[in-house]
């Protein structure tokens, strides 16, 4: 096995097998079958990573979770947080049976946290942001920034809101900031052949 966040880029293959994956274990959850087990022999699919599943339907958010630091390989974390996606994201009432010729899952896959001291590191599109202060934390993915338009500032407000802080805590003693990065990948392109 591979040591914990190893950073190797998943190839097209391997990211079509997580994706195969999540799509099978939030079946099998809304089914109450066993969860899917993953027989490959991908080195990257067994690696400890962290990684976030976020689910679309019709282009609308409908559950996002994930681990940020590595617990288990790869394609375990993928298969548990796809179905707490699914049905275990408070935010959201639990994915319907109906709903999965729409589904569109995209997986992240992260890397390690890194520890910053001054924001001029933080790339808007390139890096994810982790904020702790006290027992409250908060992370946002790369993606959201983007998707939001947001620069800088507005990413680092918006991360402190969730994490339950005031929008200006990151200036705060205190409260320590964290970049990652993440390989992005969804089924957007094979929705149609579901």
């Known amino acids: 096995m591979q040591q914990p966040n190893s950073s190797a880029e998943l190839n097209q293959t391997e990211q079509q097998e997580l ?19 993953y027989s ?3 080195q990257n699919l067994l690696r400890l990573c962290g990684a976030f599943v976020s689910l679309h339907v019709s282009g609308e958010l409908r559950g996002c979770v994930g681990y940020i630091r590595a617990c ?3 394609w375990h974390t993928v298969v548990e947080m796809a179905q707490h996606a699914s049905s275990h994201d408070l935010r959201f009432p639990s994915l319907r049976s109906d709903e999965l010729p729409l589904l569109e ?30 027992v409250r934390s908060g992370l946002l993915l790369p993606q959201v ?3 939001q338009k947001w620069d800088r500032t507005r990413f680092l407000q918006n991360t402190c809101l969730k994490a339950g802080l005031e929008p200006d805590a990151w200036q705060k003693q205190g409260t320590e900031l964290s970049i990652f990065s993440a390989q992005i990948f969804s089924d957007r392109s094979t929705i149609s052949n579901q």
């Open 145 to 147: 920034a983007v998707e």
């Open 72 to 74: 288990y390989p790869l």
């Open 40 to 42: 490959g022999q991908s």
């Open 105 to 134: 899952i995209e997986i992240s896959v992260l890397t390690p946290l890194q520890k910053i001291r001054a924001i001029d590191q933080i790339i808007v599109g390139k890096h994810g942001l982790y904020v702790e202060c006290g």
């Open 19 to 37: 994706l195969q994956l999540a799509r099978l274990a939030i079946v099998s959850n809304l089914k109450n079958e066993p969860s899917p087990d």
